[in-house]
């Protein structure tokens, strides 16, 4: 392994982080007892995991990494694109252990827009910041009765089944969006 990405890796907290999201994950799976599908659950467990790598993506320093010599750009976009794929590979992988919580679509889903909405996060309020948004969108979800309709699928988009085209496509837009917001912009200092 190239001595820069372990260096990043520290700088990023990932050991960290993927102890968090390993913890997380062996919990729900020890914890989560048989029985019928779960989205909330589901959708509770990858914010959590987002949230987790989430403060990883702003290094102690913002101003050194952005006088750095370095394209950050394609960095940054494929650490938001990894964090969203080990959040919902560790739920995926306790599914396959027998914790039932979502189909793999809302998995995919789930941590596509969570981790968007991380990326934004860390652009709009700073990378230790930048587990407010999906914290927060999750909260409105689960607290907040959705509305009927098209708006309803598009504000509540984590917990409807998988299908609801409304809810898929604002969780790739929220992935668009917040990867190219935060790869060009960076973390806010």
């Known amino acids: 392994m190239s001595s820069w990405l372990v260096l990043y890796a520290r700088s990023r907290q990932v050991p960290v982080s993927a102890a968090a999201v390993a913890l997380v994950t062996l919990a729900v799976w020890a914890l989560h007892s048989p029985g019928p599908l779960d989205l909330g659950m589901a959708v509770v467990v990858l914010t959590a995991n987002v949230a987790a790598a989430s403060v990883g993506l702003g290094g102690r320093d913002v101003v050194l990494e952005r006088t750095a010599a370095i394209r950050w750009a394609p960095r940054r976009a494929a650490h938001v694109l990894l964090i969203g794929a080990c959040a919902g590979v560790a ?99």
């Open 91 to 189: 739920l995926l992988a306790a599914q396959a252990a027998g914790a039932k919580l979502a189909p793999t679509e809302v998995v995919v889903r789930g941590s596509a827009g969570l981790v968007g909405l991380a990326g934004l996060g860390a652009a709009l309020c700073g990378a230790h910041f930048a587990w407010t948004l999906p914290t927060g969108w999750l909260a409105f979800t689960l607290l907040v009765p959705a509305p009927r309709g098209t708006v309803g699928e598009v504000v509540s988009w984590m917990t409807f089944p998988p299908g609801t085209a409304a809810s898929s496509w604002t969780a790739w837009i929220l992935l668009a969006t917040g990867t190219v917001v935060y790869a060009v912009a960076g973390p806010r200092r």
